[in-house]
């Protein structure tokens, strides 16, 4: 690859000091991923979807128009660079409200818009909102659940498998004898069970059962990371020195062992994503009105998909993309940080 | 008998994880704010003395403590209790959905393994070429499309669109349901059932065919650069016999292990994919359990589900060890 090439010179015509600076660290990471078409694409799509997160969590006109009912508002409407409703109903306040163009009462649900026209880009769903809208604000939802639960995950893991790893013995038995126990139940059942059993559906205690049932997993990693990390002999020496276990621990056996982490967390936030809206499918994960891909698949599914198939269609696109970013992105990281990997 | 000896170590093993589970579905069913007794009521009016009466039956004024030994008794004996909803054992309800879940998980990874593996050995072999870029590709989509989507997609195609497959239902060949019961002979209700497994086993496979293909294709490469087939190469073997014998049969090995520890993923996908199609399996009942907030029902299937995660990793492992002559047994542990 031409580009790859030329960035590649780039790199090692600034000093013979890059070179010999190991071949780890932040600045050998940043140019291997330049350098890996896999990993920069991945960026590039992940920093889209954040982008496009971000964004729509911003423009709170716009996010209330999706959130609350109102629905009379097309997105050309609503985006900036179009104007914005002279108007912003309050939330509730659209409740009542039917869009003029889309009377339920009178018309039979078939046809649905079908899309296409500058208004509705997508078309519209069975209220008159939006589609293209919603789908864009379902990416809000998506992406912070996967960076939240799996940031929950990882820091339980984190503490648990450091602890168990750097004590051993009784501790690490007893941790991992639990850690094992919640990893022989298949997530997604753990996952439905404890929202619904403990916190009644909604999106919060699906983030945080899908965050604790991913612990095992990242307990594991970062305990065998632990475990050939603690045999170093800088931890030794800072044994013999006398700093306190907990010292030891935060400051240099997790840095130490955090770069697997970082890609297996980058790869998590893809399952975790896939998980979500696996739950919110079901009607466990995000409740309704809020946008969300899996919610809306599930609403296509049931009632749309011999009338409208294109309903059943986007969101699912969007999944995909997002999901993909996250995992290209951790493939070309696990390509970076992997100094063994010579291609 | 070193093996049966390794099954019966990981046996015994698998019993404090069952444990384990039985506490952890005990306790998120009863430290719920769900209320058993109103639900069981739901729609009647209540009084005192029914409560107090239904209390007694289900044994619910005791403490916790006594309940969960009640109810570890009864699962030794295979009696999961009564379901709520349904007012029959559960024991009963989970031995008439678990055949569908099997044939679907199954069939899946069979699926799986056998489009899998010949596509990791062909990318591997021909790596950095067009068909693996496109095989990869293929299994980036893979694994990051969720399965209810792929059936959804599936079913718009081939069941909304062509009307070639069914998209609902699965016939199982030993329990047809009453209106395959005219079909003559068996080749044609093996046919009907084949036709209503082919959408829900290509959803639920392609994550694991997606995930197998891209361990199967770092396993060859790694493979093929081993040193044994260097010396294959070097006495002049030909190069076919290498990939068939030589680097494919050691590139397998990771494979049962991923087929092993992924099973979660599928037992998880297959209460989706069960949704989907609709299909009357362990996921379907699982849903319903938890739609109707039957917390004895919900027990009962998540212990078995977890009963079927652990048994399955338990034989990935010995038939690893099968597979592998250097593998210890564990001993050592």
């Not at chain 1, 890996?36 to 996010?63: E, H, K, Q």
């Not at chain 1, 698949?297 to 294109?310: E, P, T």
């Not at chain 2, 006594?66 to 007012?87: A, F, K, N, P, V």
């Amino acid at each position: 690859m031409a580009v790859g090439e030329s960035q590649l010179d780039g790199e090692t015509e600034s000093g013979a000091e890059d070179e010999v600076e190991a071949r780890v660290g932040w600045r050998y990471t940043v140019a291997r991923i330049k350098q890996d078409t896999t990993a920069r694409l991945g960026l590039y799509v992940v920093s889209f979807t954040l982008f496009v997160a971000m964004y729509t969590l911003i423009d709170s006109n716009l996010s209330r128009l999706t959130f609350g009912q109102v629905s009379n508002y097309t997105f050309a409407q609503v985006l900036p660079f179009f104007d914005h409703p002279t108007h912003i109903p309050d939330p509730g306040e659209g409740t009542q409200h039917m869009p003029p163009y889309f009377p339920l009462a009178e018309q039979s649900w078939n046809p649905l818009p079908a899309g296409g026209t500058l208004e509705h880009p997508l078309g519209t769903d069975h209220t008159g909102r939006d589609y293209f809208t919603r789908v864009v604000y379902g990416t809000q939802v998506s992406v912070f659940v996967g960076l939240i639960s799996t940031f929950i995950g990882l820091s339980g893991g984190t503490v648990i498998g450091a602890v168990a790893g750097y004590y051993g013995g009784k501790v690490d038995d007893i941790l991992m004898r639990i850690v094992e126990t919640v990893y022989a139940i298949p997530p997604l059942i753990l996952i439905i069970v404890f929202t619904v059993f403990i916190g009644g559906a909604s999106i919060w205690y699906a983030v945080l059962g899908v965050g604790i049932a991913f612990i095992p997993i990242f307990a594991r990693i970062i305990r065998s990371q632990v475990l050939s990390v603690r045999e170093m002999d800088y931890i030794e020496a800072a044994r013999a020195a006398g700093v306190r276990d907990r010292n030891i621990i935060m400051r240099h056996v997790v840095p130490n062992s955090f770069a697997p982490m970082l890609v297996y967390a980058t790869l998590q936030i893809g399952v975790t994503i896939l998980i979500v809206a696996g739950l919110s499918f079901l009607g466990y994960g995000a409740q309704p009105p809020t946008p969300d891909w899996g919610q809306m698949l599930n609403i296509a599914h049931r009632n749309y998909m011999h009338s409208n198939i294109w309903l059943s269609i986007w969101p699912g696109i969007a999944i995909m993309i997002t999901i993909m970013g996250f995992n290209l992105f951790g493939d070309g990281l696990q390509d970076a940080l992997d100094p063994q990997i010579d291609d | 008998m070193k093996l049966l000896k390794y099954a019966t170590y990981r046996l015994l093993q698998s019993i404090p994880v069952l444990i384990g589970i039985s506490i952890i579905t005990f306790l998120l069913a009863n430290l719920g704010p769900g209320d058993p007794v109103s639900l069981m009521l739901q729609g009647q009016e209540q009084n005192e003395a029914l409560v107090r009466a239904i209390e007694q039956r289900y044994g619910l004024n005791k403490p916790l403590h006594e309940r969960y030994l009640t109810y570890m008794g009864g699962l030794l004996e295979g009696d999961l209790g009564q379901s709520i909803h349904y007012r029959r054992p559960v024991t009963d309800l989970i031995l008439e959905r678990v055949g569908p879940t099997l044939l679907l998980v199954l069939s899946a990874y069979a699926f799986a393994l056998v489009t899998a593996i010949p596509l990791g050995v062909i990318a591997a072999n021909k790596r950095n070429e067009p068909s693996d870029h496109a095989s990869r590709v293929a299994a980036l989509i893979g694994v990051s499309t969720p399965s209810f989507w792929i059936g959804i997609v599936l079913i718009l195609i081939f069941a909304v669109k062509l009307e070639w497959l069914p998209s609902s239902g699965l016939i199982y060949p030993w329990r047809p349901p009453s209106t395959y019961r005219s079909i003559d002979g068996h080749l044609e209700l093996y046919y009907q059932s084949l036709r209503h497994l082919l959408l829900p086993m290509i959803a639920l496979g392609t994550l694991q065919m997606a995930t197998i293909m891209r361990v199967e294709r770092t396993q060859m490469i790694e493979s093929l650069q081993g040193e044994y087939v260097k010396l294959a190469r070097a006495y002049g073997v030909p190069e076919r016999t290498i990939l068939r014998k030589h680097a494919f049969q050691v590139a397998q090995l990771p494979i049962v292990t991923i087929v092993g520890a992924n099973l979660s993923t599928a037992i998880g996908g297959a209460v989706i994919v069960e949704t989907v199609f609709n299909i009357n399996g362990m996921g379907q009942l699982f849903v319903d359990s938890i739609q109707q907030n039957d917390y004895q029902l919900m027990m009962g299937v998540t212990m078995m589900l977890g009963v079927l995660f652990v048994l399955g990793v338990i034989v990935t492992d010995i038939s690893y060890a099968y597979i592998d002559p250097r593998v210890t047994y564990g001993e050592s542990e």
